[in-house]
């Protein structure tokens, strides 16, 4: 195996890594936002748990989605 087959190996390994990094940072901050958001309003607005359990909802298809776009735009 030369220099440039392990190089080429490790950026595989790197840009992967990045990949997955980036799923696991979207799905997390999508579903933070939303549940801290519905929390905030359920308590304005004394709605709980409604506003709560729709915005989770939202997160988490706001986070599909953003992940589906990414997907797209990969070269991976």
């Known amino acids: ?24 940072i ?18 304005l607005l004394g709605t709980a748990p409604w506003l709560l359990l729709l915005f989770i909802v939202l997160g988490i298809l706001a986070a599909f989605k953003s992940i589906i776009d990414f997907a797209k735009r990969s070269k991976f």
């Open 1 to 24: 195996m030369s220099k440039n087959d392990k190089r080429s190996e490790s950026n595989g390994y790197i840009k992967a890594f990045a990949y997955l990094m980036h799923i696991s």
């Open 26 to 43: 979207t799905i997390i901050s999508c579903i933070a936002v939303a549940l801290f958001a519905g929390y905030q309003l359920d308590r």
